[in-house]
């Protein structure tokens, strides 16, 4: 049995063919009970996410565990083939904790995965598949992708602008979860900047958009409210953090619309950001009191020297990685001489057996028992010395130096010059 790991990802398939093999939670359990059960896998564990499927096992022959993957989804191994990676060993090992780490996801560093990884392990868990072998992995992975994120830069700094907008409300307010939020459009990026500020829980949450149908969506799945665009002149001084990303012309939001709403707030601060090209909010608005205004490109800049952050973390993280890796195949070899040594020990075992109780008859008949122990201790000694000399003595020319040599560093012998 061999460590082995295959599987695609966003680098090696497109979505049209990740898709066609995901593993849904609720049918994970019965397809690994199948894979192990009717394929010659020892163990088990599948990881199943949108940009990844992964399969960890224990087995003596790899290619019928990659051919189940594509009959488990009715497909012809010939269809996934093109796009899987396989991984034996070792390059499984340092997968796992590159994956688990973040540094082979999309965006680098996220932490997700890690949590992803420790479902995969409950699962598996859960349904008998999981052994020494992948115990013993995942414990260690778990291990990597700690040190990796206490001792490097890899997930400590911004790296989208929906979080990037998120950080910056923080630095202005106490806690966002006494501020009221309005959201100005209804696309992708308002939907992804919401769901930031929801994990934040704001006071209000409060979505304006040409479309009505689409603001409602928006708002029922935050639990927020909807106004009509034409209201926003009398809601603006009523929301503490304003986010606008249309595609309107034309700015919505003017200098003099600003002013007055700050006028109502007597002067409270907003925050705004302005992430539409052409701008939803005329540039003018920046210079006012009480205002801080933020564009695309302030939020773009604090992506991006994130992930600067991040990929000078990469090489100080591939370095622990390594070490980690070395570290486990150390381990992993040793295991695989645990039959060998415990023969071993068996061996002078039974011999040690074998003489204690000859030296007991000997003493219950009444021998001196120095002589008995002087006994014992010739007859440990010849014995655990026969196997190794006879080899010696019966060596052929040109293997008698190298089995010396051997000998010598088994037993720490100092040879002569």
């Known amino acids: 049995m061999q460590l082995f790991a295959f599987g695609v990802n966003h680098q090696t398939a497109p979505l049209s063919v990740r898709e066609q093999v995901v593993f849904h939670a609720e049918s994970l359990t019965q397809a690994l009970r199948d894979l192990v059960d009717r394929q010659p896998v020892r163990e088990a564990a599948i990881i199943s996410t949108c940009n990844r499927t992964e399969v960890y096992c224990a087995t003596a022959e790899p290619r019928l565990a990659i051919d189940w993957l594509a009959v488990y989804h009715h497909l012809k191994p010939q269809q996934i083939d093109p796009y899987l990676y396989q991984l034996p060993q070792e390059k499984a090992v340092k997968h796992a904790f590159r994956v688990a780490s973040g540094l082979d996801s999309m965006v680098l560093g996220e932490p997700q995965i890690l949590g992803q990884f420790k479902e995969a392990v409950r699962t598996a868990q859960a349904a ?90 928006l708002a029922e799945r935050f639990l927020g409210r909807t106004i009509p665009l034409n209201e926003l002149p009398g809601q603006l001084a009523v929301h503490d953090i304003v986010v606008a990303c249309t595609a309107s012309p034309l700015p919505l939001i003017g200098k003099g619309l600003v002013e007055s709403a700050l006028k109502a707030r007597k002067h409270r601060p907003i925050l705004m950001f302005d992430l539409a090209v052409p701008r939803d909010i005329e540039g003018e608005v920046s210079k006012l009191d009480d205002v ?77 028992p120095q002589l008995v122990l002087e006994h ?24 008698r130096e190298a089995l010396a040599a051997l000998l010598a560093r088994l037993y720490q012998i100092q040879r002569p010059e």
């Not at 991006?304 to 070490?323: F, H, L, Y």
């Not at 014992?376 to 000399?389: C, E, G, R, Y």
């Open 128 to 217: 008998g598949t999981l052994g020494w072998l992948l115990s013993k992995l995942f414990q260690r992975t778990f291990s990597v992708a700690k040190t990796v994120r206490s001792e490097t830069d890899i997930g400590a700094s911004t790296v989208s602008m929906a979080s990037a907008a998120v950080q910056l409300a923080e630095h202005i307010y106490p806690s966002i979860a006494g501020q009221s939020v309005l959201f100005i459009g209804a696309g992708e990026m308002i939907e992804l900047i919401a769901a930031h500020f929801a994990a934040r829980h704001p006071r209000r949450m409060t979505f304006a958009n040409r479309t009505p149908e689409r603001a409602q969506q």
């Open 292 to 368: 801080f205004l933020y564009t695309v490109d302030d939020l773009g800049k604090i992506a991006r020297e994130g992930m600067d952050v991040r990929r000078n973390a990469v090489t100080q993280a591939e370095v622990i990685i390594e070490n980690q890796v070395t570290d486990f195949m150390h381990w992993l070899d040793n295991r695989e001489l645990v039959p060998s040594i415990r023969a071993l020990r068996d061996t002078a075992e039974r011999a040690r057996r074998h003489e204690i109780e000859r030296a007991l008859r000997r003493l219950a008949r009444g021998d001196d």
């Open 376 to 399: 014992l201790s010739h007859a440990l000694t010849n014995k655990f010395l026969h196997a190794p000399t006879h080899a010696l003595s019966h060596a052929g020319a040109g293997e």
